[in-house]
């Protein structure tokens, strides 16, 4: 007979623990197949990706070719909105599976 440390719906916990595990690997491997795009400074910047943090495109105004530094700055701009879209994403994709409760590494 396996213990229950004095829980008597141990297995039902362990098996809704896996359960959401198992959802939770789902949605990260669903977050690649999610197309997300930023666009800063007017349209001149548009960043292109998934939310799995990966770029696909980037598309630069040729306005901004001969600054260097405002191309840098739109640049940087650019690659925050992407990450900070992908964040807010993941997160409303990961609620559905936990509830809203955080869990550290997701």
């Known amino acids: 007979m ?3 440390f004095g829980f008597p719906n141990m297995g039902n916990i362990v098996k809704q623990a896996q359960e959401m595990q198992r959802k939770m690997a789902q ?3 669903n977050l690649k197949n ?3 795009s930023a666009t800063v400074g007017g349209g001149a910047i ?3 990706g998934n939310c799995d ?3 696909k495109d980037v598309s630069i105004s040729n306005d901004l070719l001969a600054d260097s530094e405002m191309l840098k700055d739109l640049l940087i701009s650019a690659f925050n909105e ?4 992908v964040k807010a994403r993941s997160e409303e994709e990961m609620k559905s599976v936990t509830g809203g409760m ?3 590494g997701f």
């Open 2 to 4: 396996a213990k229950n």
């Open 27 to 29: 949605v990260q491997e």
């Open 34 to 36: 999610i197309e997300i």
């Open 46 to 48: 548009t960043i292109k």
């Open 53 to 55: 943090y990966e770029v």
């Open 82 to 85: 992407f990450s900070n879209q």
């Open 102 to 104: 955080k869990i550290p």
